[in-house]
Antibody
Framework: EVQLVESGGGLVQPGGSLRLSCAAS????????MNWVRQTPGRGLEWVSY????????YYADSVKGRFTISRDNAKNSLFLQMDSLRAEDTAVYYC??????????????WGQGTVVTVSS | QSVLTQPPSVSAAPGQTVTIPCSGS????????VSWYRQLPGTAPKLLIY???KRPSGIPDRFSGSRSGTSATLGITGLQTGDEADYYC???????????FGTGTKVTV
């Protein structure tokens, strides 16, 4: 069974940092590209970042570029999001999501349960 | 602000059919594969349609997707009360090099 479990969320002051983790199991993690997606309470989905299976291709949303860093450890089946210079508008539920190998496009077929990040003084 | 536009809400009676449009541009829907997601309150989104019109295993054929030009459409037939949720389209934007979600549509049955 495919499982994605996020951790690392919490309350942080503006300007602070957090490191989110996503533990993957039930599939060949090293073969799949991964993403972070966030959702502000009561609002829609916002894609945050993408990393290819070998970490050779990485993309960020403009809203986080230069402040967030995505990475992965294929040996440990783990995905990370280092979030620096956090702002109030980064407050959201953060999901990790898998892109399936079979897809031609970039769908997200499995999602974690989400971890809550709150940026407030 | 999302580059993919969806109506805020649609509604229909149980057993009827609804269609949800998703409008984009050449740089996203026009040249990339579209996915559709359903999100129930308090839960993570669930993939309904990928690569414009393919259904993942376990998704009933009541759900269908299509793409024409710079627009995509999700269709739901035989509406059930359990279909009440928020629905989002999504695709890659080649010009922006970002993934974009639609604005979301709330379906009321």
């Amino acid at each position: 069974e495919v499982q994605l479990v996020e951790s690392g969320g919490g309350l942080v002051q503006p300007g602070g940092s957090l490191r989110l983790s996503c533990a993957a199991s039930g599939f060949t993690f090293s073969s799949c590209s991964m993403n972070w997606v966030r959702q502000t309470p009561g609002r829609g989905l916002e894609w945050v970042s993408y990393i290819s299976s070998s970490s050779s291709n990485i993309y960020y949303a403009d809203s986080v570029k230069g402040r967030f860093t995505i990475s992965r450890d294929n040996a440990k089946n783990s995905l990370f999001l280092q979030m620096d210079s956090l702002r109030a508008e980064d407050t959201a539920v953060y999901y990790c999501a898998r892109r399936p190998i079979i897809a031609l496009g970039i769908p997200f077929d499995y999602w974690g349960q989400g971890t809550v990040v709150t940026v407030s003084s | 602000q999302s580059v993919l536009t969806q109506p805020p809400s649609v509604s229909a009676a149980p057993g009827q059919t609804v269609t949800i449009p998703c409008s984009g541009s050449d740089s996203n829907i026009g040249n990339n594969y579209v996915s559709w997601y359903r999100q129930l309150p308090g839960t993570a989104p669930k993939l309904l349609i990928y690569d414009n019109n393919k259904r993942p295993s376990g998704i009933p054929d009541r759900f269908s997707g299509s793409r024409s030009g710079t627009s995509a459409t999700l269709g739901i037939t035989g509406l059930q009360t359990g279909d009440e949720a928020d629905y989002y389209c999504g695709t890659w934007d080649t010009r922006l090099s970002v993934y974009v979600f639609g604005t979301g549509t709330k379906v009321t049955v």
